[in-house]
């Protein structure tokens, strides 16, 4: 059973630094890319990146290259998301989910973690 | 900021036949990029519910379908169920942005 499982929710404190996890069972790890997507309160799903876990080459959507790093250790089959500096803007849900290729290019995703809330207060 | 654009609000009786737009353009479905749809039930994480524009995963009921022309594609839901009430996203690839993108979203509520 494919299986996508997120670290727990986290609470920081605005310029903190974070890394949250997401690891990957039940498949072969490094023979699917892996992207993140953000939920702000309230609002809809946005793609912030994906990496190839085989050779750990990320891609980022243009608003979100240089706010946070894409990265994946494929010794232990997880793959991380991380901030150097968090704004209370980052506050949101973050998932990641397992990618498909499409025959005629792009992706999409098939399996989803749960899920983990990050809140940033003061 | 989307490029796939989608109603905010749908709403249908049960029983009935509802369908979701989403509309893009030239660097995306109209480029023959395909489309997938995606449900999220409150408070959970989305599901694939369609891929490549019409296929469902396994366990889809076959009350959910997809279709695409031109630069929209289509969700249609049969057979309304109030265990339908629930967000839909559209998502394809844009070759102007180089990666994915979700359309704008739109929650679906039955009578």
């Known amino acids: 059973e494919v299986q996508l499982v997120q670290s727990g929710a986290e609470v920081k404190k605005p310029g903190e630094s974070l890394r949250i996890s997401c690891k990957g069972s039940?498949?072969?790890?490094?023979?699917?890319?892996i992207t993140w997507v953000r939920q702000m309160p309230g609002k809809g799903l946005e793609w912030m990146g994906r990496?190839?876990?085989?050779?750990?080459?990320?891609n980022y959507s243009p608003s979100f290259r240089g706010h946070v790093t894409i990265s994946a250790d494929k010794s232990i089959s997880t793959a991380y998301l991380q901030w150097s500096s968090l704004k209370a803007s980052d506050t949101a849900i973050y998932y990641c989910?397992?990618?498909?290729?499409?025959?005629?290019?792009?992706?999409?995703?098939?399996?989803w973690g749960l899920g983990t809330l990050v809140t940033v207060s003061s | 900021q989307s490029v796939l654009t989608q109603p905010p609000s749908v709403s249908g009786a049960p029983g009935q036949r509802v369908t979701i737009s989403c509309t893009g353009s030239?660097?995306?479905?109209?480029?023959?990029?395909?489309v997938h749809w995606y449900q999220q039930l409150p408070g959970t994480a989305p599901k694939l519910l369609i891929y490549?524009?019409?296929n469902r995963p396994s366990g889809v009921p076959d009350r959910f379908s997809g279709s695409k022309s031109g630069t929209s594609a289509s969700l249609a839901i049969t057979g309304l169920q109030a265990e339908d009430e629930a967000d839909y996203y559209c998502?394809?690839?844009?070759?102007?942005?180089?990666?994915?993108?979700f359309g704008t979203g739109t929650r679906f509520t039955v009578l």
């Open positions: 989910a397992r990618l498909r290729a499409v025959a005629g290019g792009g992706y999409f995703a098939d399996y």
């Open positions: 039940g498949y072969s790890f490094t023979s699917y890319w």
């Open positions: 990496i190839d876990p085989s050779d750990s080459y990320p």
């Open positions: 030239s660097s995306n479905i109209g480029a023959a990029y395909d």
């Open positions: 490549g524009n019409s």
């Open positions: 998502q394809s690839y844009d070759s102007s942005l180089s990666g994915e993108v």
